[in-house]
Nanobody, 114 residues
Framework: QVQLTESGGGLVQPGGSLRLSCATS????????MGWFRQAPGLQREWVAS???????TYTDSVKGRFTISRDNAKNTVFLQMNGLKPADTAVYYC????????WGQGTQVTVSS
């Protein structure tokens, strides 16, 4: 079974920063576009950002200019640097392979509150 392990969430004040990490197996990481998703309470899970194996990046409009996705091919890890956090960013964040979704991991909780 595919394992996607997210970490790095926490409680942060508005305007603060967090860096999320997601590790998976080389067999998954090396051939797949990797992405971040989030699910806020009472809402459907939504796509946040993606990065292809060649490094092409896309973001949902609400995080452009604030979030940065990157991948470390040596460590089979994808990151999400989140700056300028807003209360609306509060959600459980998940990583996955957007073009062919795998089983979801546990996610990591991000709470933005004063």
């Amino acid at each position: 079974q595919v394992q996607l392990t997210e970490s790095g969430g926490g409680l942060v004040q508005p305007g603060g920063s967090l860096r999320l990490s997601c590790a998976t197996s080389r067999s998954i990481f090396s051939i797949n576009t990797m992405g971040w998703f989030r699910q806020a309470p009472g809402l459907q899970r939504e796509w946040v950002a993606s990065i292809t194996t060649s490094g092409r990046i896309t973001y949902t409009d609400s995080v452009k200019g604030r979030f940065t996705i990157s991948r470390d091919n040596a460590k089979n890890t994808v990151f999400l640097q989140m700056n300028g956090l807003k209360p609306a960013d509060t959600a459980v964040y998940y990583c996955n392979t957007p073009l062919a979704l795998k089983s979801w991991g546990q996610g990591t909780q991000v709470t933005v509150s004063s």
